[in-house]
């Protein structure tokens, strides 16, 4: 069962506008939230994170917004730039006393310049 | 380069082979883990290290699969009698153990090819 869904698996954006990732899960225990950015033959990069206590988390052009109730959370890129074309994951962790992140399956972002 | 690095990189084999992968986590890092990634699917989580001890591992690690982490450093990933299903990037990953649940740093993973 997937844990954890990336329902979209590519996006196209044009330069400048704003990127929207999607995320849904299904596991109320899940109480961390993280973006991972993957490029081709490197392992994943940490992006941005989010603890259930909260709703929205900001790092620069990048946030992420939780929507506990919707089990579902979205990772806000504005503006976009050609060099954040990647595979952006979504994961989660839970309470569960285990440390493991489940993984969705990705969505492949393309920026066009 | 303080990251987290793995050896091989690739290694193609044929099936029925066994495989050794090495993982060298951050230094000083507490927490250690073995991920699986397939074509078209995210990281899938197969065993996890505090320290010296292996404290889970997923029903994915087929007892065909053994981790060892000696001494809480590097650790290693071996599969024995390989499947065409073992094709896959093997991804290692570490964190600090500072927090309950605190960022993974991953390595550029091994990808295995079993003919």
């Known amino acids: 069962d997937q844990q954890v869904k990336q329902n979209s698996p590519s996006l196209s954006v044009q330069e400048g506008r704003i990127s929207i990732l999607n995320c849904d899960y299904t596991?109320?225990?899940?109480?961390?939230f993280l973006w991972y950015k993957k490029y081709p033959a490197e392992g994943p990069t940490f992006l941005i994170s989010?603890?259930?206590?909260?709703d929205k988390n900001e790092d620069g052009r990048f946030t992420v917004f939780l929507n506990k109730s919707a089990k579902h959370l979205s990772l806000h890129i504005v503006p976009s730039q050609p060099g954040d074309s990647a595979v952006y994951f979504c994961?989660?962790?839970?309470?569960?006393?285990?440390?493991?992140?489940?993984f969705g399956t990705g969505t492949r972002l393309k920026v066009l310049a | 380069d303080t990251g987290v690095s793995q050896d091989p990189r690739h290694k193609i084999t044929k099936r029925g082979q066994n495989v050794t992968f090495r993982c060298d986590p951050i230094?000083?890092?507490?927490?250690l883990y073995w991920y699986r990634q397939t074509l078209g699917q995210g990281p899938e989580f197969l065993t996890y290290?505090?320290?010296?001890?292996?404290?889970?591992k997923s029903r994915l690690l087929s007892d065909r699969f053994s981790a060892e982490r000696p001494k809480g450093s590097f650790s290693t990933l071996e599969i024995q009698r390989t499947e065409q299903g073992d094709s896959a990037m093997y991804l290692c990953?570490?964190?600090?153990?500072?927090?309950?649940?605190?960022?993974?740093?991953f390595g550029p993973g091994t990808r295995l090819t079993v003919l």
């Open positions: 990953a570490s964190s600090s153990g500072l927090a309950r649940v605190d960022e993974q740093f």
């Open positions: 596991n109320s225990m899940f109480d961390y």
């Open positions: 989010i603890s259930s206590i909260k």
């Open positions: 994961a989660a962790s839970g309470t569960s006393g285990t440390y493991k992140y489940i």
């Open positions: 230094s000083e890092h507490n927490r």
């Open positions: 290290f505090q320290n010296e001890a292996q404290l889970e």
